[in-house]
């Protein structure tokens, strides 16, 4: 045990025993520290008492003690503290239209009104779903009867003439009263302050249209002799709206209801990837013990067991043990990956076959997943350029739909036959509800959230809307050659021999090489050991820069690089040039041998291609876009490699400033662009281009730099990406048209403009009916992106 550990196990067994004073409050005799929370008990009065290796602790909750039982390593050994610094934030809320709201609490935001959702979805119930879900119940429960009293006589139910007209009104403001005063009350709330905050938005419209209908009921019912005689109906009761206003809000609810489902539902791909973690980590302590502990109270350092069929915990790295590991959650790419001590693993991966045992590397918001989610929650927050159209629209919108009521209102009282205050105050209605813009500002967000959503369950990790909305619109990919087309690990190809035998020349070249760290050298070190070849130790090992390297190996000199390198030494390289093409030619790097002053051999190396390049780079075709691939590599190799794979432009021996030198090149050439590149030095061109797109399995700073991410580290993911893109945006184009046009149609019906030749007039709850509807409408069509192919 370690003298930190030691020292705190004798710190609490000082604070349970009370033998003296500990720290804090606990110096006063006859009190204990409760380890997991740290307050003082009194233990003459504790309860709640645990023994572990040989110590008694006491604690102040039932809560306390629960979470000690659970894992009292983490207490006593002080891990708590640790973990302790790393606190979690407390949930906050913002509004999915205006996320430059931000509060610490659910609620409806200030400027559009809509519910605040939290930030990174959670498993919680939402608070605004449980009320209104509650509201719409009580609403429904009064919308039945009035909807019999008032329209009874049309299905052979003739209640008002059984109870009479006047007890019928009465009756209906009893049953409409606490459904406009209670149940409707969040409207009008938002409503006044929209009113307040000088954004008018569509719950100015419902407050202005229910308030107007039931105003009016109100009027009718207790003064009906402010109306002429004209308004009287048959049986001398002037007609209410008391059934208006009521279906209205149990029809706004239900369209509410629906709405704050859907949109729980956009979260659902989060919340997914927050379950591909488990809730415990198998914990191995230093005697060889092990358990289950929860997942938050592991720490950097802890040694973790990972057994067949687990998800891996946290990142670590593997200490003992070897398996393969489905990483399709982070890559897409269905094929396991092998594990063995020394290399990573990610948190949420699944592990297929062996035991593996990790040491913790990174622990909660530290970890890729973790990553992720943050990423994924911060593109639903985001807001698309496109989204502009709809704000400046909606801004414009509610005040001129008051006008158009307004003047609907007049309209109807000067021109119409009578009851013309009836007919008046039906369409100025009926216009305030069914203009409600939710489904125009609803269009984009909830695409982009889908969209953020989807895209993470492919491996495609979305930074922010403008990067997808961008996307859709680029024309020309930059790529990297090396780890972006190819492998990134050059591999051994070709021993050429021309004196001696392959497995000599490539003995020699490999000893020499042992003592460099280039990746050509591993390539051909390991491919010696591959072929069985013993490697015999190199001196006087010297490298040239740019040329190659010498030495001596059991007494021979030998030489090995470029023709600058064989020149050096004084060897004639021509008899072996056409050679060195032709390998070349194949996209292979060539290395001329020299033994004691005499050509001997070639060797080839390549970075092999991936599998899956050449059908990415066909598909990218496919779209539409232009494929340039910018290189460090030599002209001769990248150009094979380009024709090989069919790619359109080579730009080699690129130095990563040119990089954004040609991204800046091909902008003033009229070209939209996206990048995608995996290290350090693809930073700058990544944060120039119009899309920068960071391979997952790159530097940290590329992933910093970039729009979009891929977690598999080759172009499929630029595929997805780019299909994605495009339906997203078209999926936001229909939103927007459906929400735009549906609008546009309403408010002149709702009018009346029809009634003059067709006789047609809507109803306030036939409006309010299609206003909730445009919004679902919306976003079900959003959701269909859920079930994208990618």
Known sequence: MSDHTHHHQHHHAHAAHAHGPANGATNMPGMATDPVCGMSVRISDATRIEEHGGETFYF?????????????????????????????????????????????????????GMALEPMVPTDEPSEELADFTRRLWVSAVAAVPLVILTMGEMVALPVR???????????????????????????????????????????????????????????????????????????????????????????IFLGQVLELRARERTGDAIRALMDLAPKTARRILPDGTEYDAPLENIVTGDLLRVRPGDAVPVDGEVVE??????????????VPVEKTEGDRVTGGTLNKNGTLAIRATQVGADTVLSQIVDMVAGARRSRAPIQGLADKVSSIFVPTVVLIAIAAFLSWLFLAPDPALVFAVASAVSVLIIACPCALGLATPISITTAAGRGAQAGVLIKDAEALERMARVDTLVVDKTGTLTEGKPKLTDVVAFSGSEDEVLALAAALESGSEHPLAEAIVAGATARGVTLDKAQDFEAVTGKGVQGRVNGRHVALGNAAMMAEVGVETTAAEAKADALRGDGKTAMFIAVDGALAGLVAVADPIKATTAAAIRALHDQGLRVIMA?????????????????????????????????????????????????VNDAPA?????????????????????????????????????????????????????????????????????YPVFGVLLSPMIAAAAMSLSSVSVIANALRLRRLEL
């Open 631 to 679: 290189t460090g590599d030599n002209q001769r190799t990248a150009e094979a490699v380009a024709k090989r794979l069919g790619i359109d432009e080579v730009r080699a021996g690129v130095l990563p400033a040119d990089k954004k030198a040609l991204i800046d090149e091909l902008r003033a050439q009229g070209h939209s662009i996206a990048m995608a590149g995996d290290g």
């Open 161 to 251: 003439d059984w109870v009479g007209h006047q007890t019928a009104i009465y009756l209906e403001f009893l049953l409409a009263t606490p459904i406009v005063l209670w149940a409707a009350q969040p409207f009008f709330k938002r409503g006044w302050e929209s009113v307040v905050n000088r954004s008018p938005n569509m719950w100015t419209l419902i407050s202005l249209g229910v308030g107007a209908a039931y105003l009016y009921s109100l009027v009718a019912t207790f003064l009906p002799g402010v109306f002429p005689e004209a308004y009287r109906m048959a049986h001398g009761t002037v007609g209410t709206y008391y059934e208006a206003a009521v279906v209205i809000v149990t029809l």
């Open 686 to 754: 990544l944060a120039a281009a119009d899309v920068g797109i960071a391979m997952g399995t790159g530097a940290d700073v590329a992933v910093e730099s970039a729009g979009l991410t891929l977690l598999g580290g080759d172009l499929t993911g630029i595929v997805r990406a780019r299909k994605l893109a495009k339906a997203t945006l078209r999926n936001i184009k229909q939103n927007l048209f459906f929400a735009f046009v549906y609008n546009a149609a309403g408010v002149p019906v709702a009018a009346g403009v029809l």
């Open 321 to 334: 043990g070897r398996s393969s590991v489905d990483e399709s959650m982070l890559t897409g790419e269905p």
């Open 60 to 112: 102040c909750s039932d809560n306390c003690q629960e979470k000690f039982r659970a894992d009292p390593h983490f207490y006593v050994s002080g891990a708590s503290d640790k973990a302790g610094q790393r606190t979690a934030a407390g949930t906050e809320w913002t509004c999915p239209m205006h996320p430059e709201i931000v509060r610490d609490e659910p609620g409806a935001c200030p400027i559009c």
